[in-house]
Structure formats: C-alpha cells, structure tokens
T-cell receptor
C-alpha cells in the first residue's frame, strides 16, 4: 500500500515569511497527526485530527500555526509568520482507529524547514 | 503529567554485545507502549509494541508496571541496528489516542 506522502521535502525561508506543508495520509486512516521534531529531540505533537475534526491542538502555537484537514483526507499545516525557532522537521503520520487498542502510526518522510 | 524519558542520548556498543535501551514513563492509567526506530535516511517506523509481546529483528521489550519501564533489549547487537530509537506512550481515550514520544536514544554499533 502507498505510504504517507508529504511535500515539500525541504523548504528554506526567511523569518516572517509564510510556509505551508501538505500531507496525504494512508487511505482509510481516520487519524492524522502533525509533529514538530527539533534537532536532537523526539517528535512533539502539534495537532491531531480524527477524520476532519481536531481532537488535540494543545501544543499548537495558534498565533502563527494553523492546520486543516480537507474532507477528512489530506491536510495542510501553515506557519505565518515564521520564526527562527520554527526550524525543524515537520512530520505527518496517520493511523487507524481501533476500539481494541492503540494502533501503529505510519509516518511520512517529513519536511525539513530552515528559517533564516 | 504524562511523560516518557530515555536517559541515554547516545549509546555505543560493539557488534555482538548485548544492548539495552532504557525507557521510563509516568502515567497513572493503563499504558500502551511502543518502540519506534528511524534508520539513516528512512522514515520513523514501528519496531514493536508491548501488547504484541513479539520479537522483532531480535529485539524484545517487557513492560514493567512496578518500575514504570519498557526497556528495549537485544542479546547480540548487529551493525544494522545502528539507528535512532524512540519510546512512545499511548494514552487511550474514548474516541482517540494521544501519543507521547521520548527524546530518543541514538544507538551506534561498532564493528
């Protein structure tokens, strides 16, 4: 089966500019996650969607970050305006929802963002 | 608050030596724990999950609720085991799961 797709793979912008990332999850996966992974740290959840509704955005810096999930499938994450500290790899992941227990997350290749 | 700790940022072992990557968690409920691995230039992927109680690529992990640990072990390390390893805790909700990742341990297997 096709995996989680993300684009672009790399992005370099200057501070105060805007940037958007796109994610296409595995077909049929109800749950979609966006993570921020700063160099040397583990993935930090930014936002989690269940179908097209947000179930957790407690760590999303809402003054500059926004995300949406179109029709419960693709998702975009936007940063406007970017700051130097936003330099990181942005990971998208998806999973099924199982009543019997937590399911595996499948990760995309990530987008490496550099803010100059 | 729920959290996952991995005390070793870097771990180096010789090929053929046993390896143990430590993971501790804090959570008062019933945990579901995972180990994810990221090989060089590859995606983050699941290695194993505690409820499966299986061995993957020679790795095993046992959940110790008394010590709140989920250490990853392999009796004989191989060069291809060199990678970044993340322990993750899944908090089960009524309609969705929340996953918390540890900071990761970089394993280097010396030939």
């Amino acid at each position: 089966e096709a995996g989680v797709a993300q684009s672009p793979r790399y992005k370099i912008i200057e501070k105060r500019q805007s940037v958007a990332f796109w994610c296409n999850p595995i077909s049929g996966h109800a749950t979609l996650y966006w993570y921020q992974q700063i160099l040397g740290q583990g993935p930090k959840l930014l936002i989690q969607f269940q179908n097209n509704g947000v179930v957790d955005d407690s760590q999303l810096p809402k003054d500059r970050f926004s995300a949406e999930r179109l029709k419960g499938v693709d998702s975009t994450l936007k940063i406007q305006p970017a700051k130097l500290e936003d330099s990181a790899v942005y990971l998208c992941a998806s999973s099924l929802w199982r009543a019997s227990g937590s399911d595996t997350q499948y990760f995309g290749p990530g987008t490496r963002l550099t803010v100059l | 608050a729920q959290r996952v700790t991995q005390p070793e940022k870097l771990l180096s072992v010789f090929k053929g030596a046993p390896v143990e990557l430590k993971c501790n968690y804090s959570y008062s409920g019933s945990p579901e724990l995972f180990w994810y691995v990221q090989y060089s230039r590859q995606r983050l992927q699941l290695l194993l999950r505690h409820i499966s109680r299986e061995s993957i690529k020679g790795f095993t992990a046992d959940l110790n609720k008394g010590e709140t640990s989920f250490h990853l072990k392999k009796p004989f390390a191989q060069e291809e085991d060199s990678a970044m390893y993340y322990c993750a805790l899944s908090l089960r909700g009524t309609s969705y799961d929340k996953v918390i990742f540890g900071p990761g341990t970089s394993l280097s297997v010396i030939p």
